[in-house]
């Protein structure tokens, strides 16, 4: 029943690992106790900073008392912001998705469907996840006494931004959380500067039947940074979603100046294959050599790997 | 010609519900050809009817086409393979429906009832989880499983029924709905396994031609063809059935072994479509019905015109699915929607021959 009487090779560096990093806690506890004149709830449980208001974007505030010691991540993009900013030893469990950083201890979870009692036997006291409708599962998990924080997919890279000096703050590490934001921002900005603007345009695959996504849309303003064009606006960027589907014969006759796929890993889509549909050859994308393979979880998720995704659509843009 | 037909008296001839009259048929193609060319004609882009027409006409006269070599791919490489196909599968739907409607004497048999959707759903799910990144074969994995799957979902439900019922139809219904209630348990308990895939499984669900080429059409086209001569020519012995397995057996007819032929027929049809179109309902259903209500009730005059009449309304609401919206809308939902109420109105118009 208890999770440390089936210790599996991952799970004892995990232990190992948070006894290391213990003293190391304590100490930056005190010193943040120190600083902070904060003396009221020294005691027991309290620590730096603590008790904190969290308020993402587009989903309920929450407010922790204490740092979070077993954090339970549901959310793979948030699963990477937290061991970027240093809270991957409070990480205990990780949704089937999470896929990076590989030590991140994956467990047989849903993100997708979370399961109240699957999640409480990892004895959590902090859980994140997506989305949470009607707040079933915080009610259940509140039952347990655990707070659950829902961060929800950011329509903006500002929020993104927000999110993950968000995520610093909710364990203990505001100020790393804080340098992380900057620190993405500033180097996707640069990115974006350096590269001509050679006012092209684009079609990004979702998946091979050709789901897309407008400008309207979280990757849509990554392109705009580019000074890209989409070829799924169509006059109305937030017609379906943001996500329209579009047809074969749509993409084709719009001859996007770029095409890039974001469907490599799932559905092993790459140039070649690309160029092997039907039709599909006659486009300038892919008579000049410029069908862009990505990495679908870079392509999907907003954690700080962003950086490297809008990497990839820079030596793209700067190659075209 | 006409003269020696007429002089030449036929017991049958009075009664023209029983045979397909010529004249039903020459207009019915005509429709189907109609339907055809306007779907090629029609997109959703700035590609203009007028512009595919002259390119059709250039390609009959071997004239000069005012299309590129891109706008000419997308109308012979992307168009052309779509309507076809929309034809071909609407056709096998609705004749494969025909068929399990009089071998069932039942009118809410269609296709999917002995366990073909949820086979091919089955095998579907099993390639897009486990196999995903295939992409060498000559047809692709996801269709070669969904007609492998479809093919086993009717095949366990034949197997079943005979041990269960004998060679009549009650039992054999009823294995469908074990195979149908058991396989979607399969491919439900293998999705919740995997719950990354969902999205590739539902789009595939919904069922679409968004994807298909040349290749499809040459794939499904001698299945469906096959099929389609069969229950043609077999038409006959459904509108036996219809009578009864006793007065069947007393004309000298084995009911058992030709519910086995249709059944082969029309589900080798079946999977034919669901393998290059996912999951399309209510053609199967509906067209059937409609033919009965506008030419006949019997089935030398309903299977032909389901075939026909199958084609014209998916190449019909094939070209609804790419054009209405700024995206593609899924065909399942076009042929639901729209084929709903037309259904409705049908049925209202025609109370009288229903009671």
């Known amino acids: 029943m208890f999770p440390w009487s089936r210790p599996t090779p991952s799970h004892r560096s995990r232990v190992s690992r948070l006894v290391l990093v213990l003293p190391l806690l304590a100490v930056l506890a005190l010193a943040g106790c120190a600083q902070r004149e904060d003396t009221s709830e020294a005691g027991a449980g309290g620590q730096a900073g603590f008790p904190v208001e969290l308020r993402p974007e587009g989903a309920p505030e929450v407010t922790l008392e204490d740092k979070p010691e077993r954090i339970v991540s549901l959310v793979p993009s948030v699963t990477e912001t937290l061991y970027e900013v240093g809270a991957g030893d409070q990480v205990v469990a990780v949704d089937e998705m999470s896929t990076h950083p590989r030590q991140a201890p994956r467990a047989e979870l849903s993100g997708l469907d979370p399961d109240p009692q699957a999640i409480a036997g990892h004895n959590p006291d902090l859980v994140i996840v997506n989305a949470d409708a009607e707040g079933t599962l915080a009610d259940a998990l509140d039952k347990t006494g655990v707070p659950t924080l829902v961060l929800p997919a950011p329509t903006t890279l500002e929020a993104a931004y927000d999110q993950f000096a968000l995520v610093g703050k909710a364990t203990g590490h505001a100020d790393e959380g804080e340098r992380l934001a900057d620190r993405v921002e500033s180097e996707i900005t640069e990115l974006a500067e350096n590269t001509p603007d050679r006012k092209l345009s684009y079609y990004h695959e979702v998946d091979p039947s050709y789901y897309t996504v407008t400008s309207a849309t979280f990757l849509g303003e990554i392109y705009q940074l580019f000074g890209l064009r989409n070829i799924a606006d169509q006059g109305d960027p937030n017609a379906m979603g943001g996500y329209p589907q579009l047809t074969a014969e749509k993409i084709v006759e719009a001859d996007p100046d770029l095409v890039f796929l974001a469907d490599t890993k799932c559905c092993g889509q790459n140039a070649k294959t690309v160029a092997e549909r039907p039709g599909w050859d006659t486009m300038t994308a892919v008579k000049q050599d410029r069908v862009f393979a990505l990495d679908d979880d870079l392509a999907s998720r907003w954690s700080p790997r962003l950086v490297e995704f809008v990497r990839s659509i820079s030596n793209a843009v700067a190659k075209a | ?355």
Request: charged share 10%; aromatic share 6%; net charge positive.
């Open chain 2, 1 to 355: 010609m006409t003269l020696t037909r007429r002089s030449a008296p036929r017991p049958e001839a009075a009664e023209h519900t029983t045979r397909l009259r010529p004249g039903v048929l020459a207009v019915s193609l005509a429709v189907l050809l109609a339907a055809v060319v306007f779907s090629l004609l029609a997109g959703s882009g700035e590609l203009g009817w007028q512009r595919v027409l002259g390119e059709i006409w250039a390609q009959l006269t071997g004239g000069l086409s005012p299309l590129s070599e891109r706008e000419a791919a997308i109308v012979w490489e992307l168009r052309m393979p779509r309507v076809l196909l929309a034809g071909l599968v609407g056709a096998a739907l609705a004749g494969a429906g025909a068929a399990f409607q009089g071998v069932f004497r039942n009118p809410l048999a269609e296709p999917y009832l002995l366990g073909a959707a949820a086979g091919a759903g089955m095998a579907a799910t099993m390639v897009v989880v486990f196999a995903p990144a295939v992409t060498t074969w000559v047809v692709g994995p996801l269709p070669a499983a969904a007609f492998a799957g479809a093919l086993l979902g009717v095949g366990l439900s034949w197997v079943l029924g005979r041990s269960a019922g004998g060679s009549g139809t009650a039992g054999l219904l009823l294995a469908g709905v074990a195979v149908t209630a058991f396989l979607t348990a399969v491919q439900t308990f293998v999705q919740q396994l995997n719950t990354d895939t969902i999205k590739q499984v539902y789009t595939w669900t919904l069922g679409g031609l968004n994807i298909s080429g040349w290749t499809d059409v040459l794939v499904a086209l001698p299945y469906i063809a096959l099929a389609a001569v069969v229950l043609v020519a077999a038409a006959r012995l459904l509108d036996v059935l219809t009578l009864g397995d006793a007065e069947a057996a007393s004309l000298g007819l084995r009911p058992g072994r030709i519910r086995l032929v249709l059944l082969a027929a029309a589900s080798l049809a079946t999977a034919a479509a669901v393998s290059v179109s996912g999951l399309i309902g209510f053609v199967g259903i509906v067209v059937p019905h409609l033919v009965r209500l506008l030419a006949g009730a019997s089935y030398r005059v309903i299977v032909p015109l389901s075939l026909v009449g199958g084609a014209v309304f998916l190449v019909l609401a094939d070209v609804v699915a790419r054009t209405i919206m700024p995206g593609e809308l899924p065909l399942g939902v076009v042929t639901a929607f729209a084929g709903a109420p037309f259904f409705a109105l049908v049925l209202r118009t025609n109370r009288e021959r229903l009671s």
